[in-house]
Nanobody, 121 residues
Framework: QLQASGGGLVQAGGSLRLSCAAS????????MGWFRQAPGKEREFVGA????????YYADSVKGRLTISRDNAKNTVYLQMNSLKPEDTAVYYCAATRGLITTRAGSYDYWGQGTLVTVSS
């Protein structure tokens, strides 16, 4: 129901834009989140956007470099990633929640399959 795409290999300082297309859910009723999981580490919150797109929240580690946006007409949420660092290397997951917008992974109802981002130094 959530299909993430756009990952790949990029050099440090470069940019990528991830997309997450939703189907089978009422996209505009869901807050959307992005999480990531690096090898050997736990999944961590990256950012979230409210159902209307008017509010966004970011982890401190990505503030100013990553931007979340959404297009409810296209049932798609985006993660624009600029000034990438090797420590951004991870599998990135999109997720949807019908409840309150949150940084807690356990509160999200739907998850995409993940897309791998590799940042080389």
């Amino acid at each position: 129901q959530l299909q993430a795409s756009g990952g790949g290999l990029v050099q440090a300082g470069g940019s990528l834009r991830l997309s997450c297309a939703a189907s089978g859910i009422t996209f505009s009723n869901n807050h959307m989140g992005w999480f990531r999981q690096a090898p050997g580490k736990e999944r961590e919150f990256v950012g979230a956007i409210s159902w209307s797109g008017t509010s966004t929240y970011y982890a401190d580690s990505v503030k100013g470099r990553l931007t979340i946006s959404r297009d409810n007409a296209k049932n798609t949420v985006y993660l624009q990633m600029n000034s990438l660092k090797p420590e951004d290397t991870a599998v990135y997951y999109c997720a949807a929640t019908r409840g309150l917008i949150t940084t807690r992974a356990g509160s999200y109802d739907y998850w995409g399959q993940g897309t791998l981002v590799t940042v080389s130094s």
